[in-house]
């Protein structure tokens, strides 16, 4: 009985020190490639910073690119492993009754995903200039982002006409609340998180809404 209770433990303990390696090398990982870009990043290095070897991070991961493949997913979800659809802040746009709302909330949740994303889909956009793989999953992180947001659209016309088709108005949000355009006004204009977000709230209202149509 003893033996069985130990090995349990045992397994659980073990599962705990391979997520936390894992988690460790992934900070890293964000890192190294902010610093030195992908193509200065080395998996020496990113090991180096995590304090693992080199080994253990070709074992979990195999290469630079699925790192930095499985930090852009990461990064998009956040600290919450369920899809981005299935999280709270999604969930409460979906619940709000009035379009304003859902805009303010869209913008307060999104702003949040696209500080955490936005360096890496910038080191990712960079190395696909030159790596085929790595430009196909920047189409792929687009489309899937444009996916999700085409499903917002949907939502906030639950609750009220929008002056665009649906198609025009997903396109809009994807231009707007992308990881380009906050990049551009946060770093490069040095705007606030609070003023980001006012901006886009208004920004889409303008865009999207007929009732903010003069």
Not at 150 to 158: M, P, Q, T
Not at 160 to 176: Q, S
Not at 181 to 190: E, I, S, Y
Request: net charge neutral.
């Amino acid at each position: 009985m003893e033996g069985d209770v130990k090995r349990p433990y045992r397994s659980e303990r073990r599962r705990e020190q391979a997520e936390q390696t894992r988690s460790r090398v992934l900070d890293a990982a964000t890192r190294v490639f902010d610093r030195q870009g992908f193509s200065g990043a080395t998996i020496n290095a990113i090991a180096a910073e995590a304090g693992v070897s080199p080994e253990t991070v070709y074992a979990r991961f195999g290469n630079k690119r699925a790192l930095l493949v499985e930090l852009v997913g990461r990064a998009a979800r956040g600290p919450d492993p369920r899809p981005i659809l299935e999280q709270p802040g999604a969930r409460a746009v979906a619940a709000a009754p009035d379009q304003h709302e859902q805009l303010r909330l869209f913008a307060a949740d999104i702003v949040q995903r696209l500080e955490r994303v936005g360096p890496l889909v910038a080191v990712l956009a960079g190395a696909a200039q030159s790596d085929g793989e790595l430009a196909e999953v920047l189409d792929g992180v687009h489309t899937a982002r444009r996916k999700n947001l085409r499903i917002f659209v949907d939502l906030l016309a639950a609750n009220g006409p929008l002056r665009v088709d649906a198609e025009h108005a997903a396109d809009t949000v994807w231009v707007l609340a992308s990881p380009e355009l906050h990049r551009l006004a946060t770093v490069v204009r040095g705007w606030s998180r609070r003023r980001y977000c006012a901006w886009l709230a208004d920004t889409l209202a303008v865009a999207l809404l007929e009732s903010d149509v003069s």
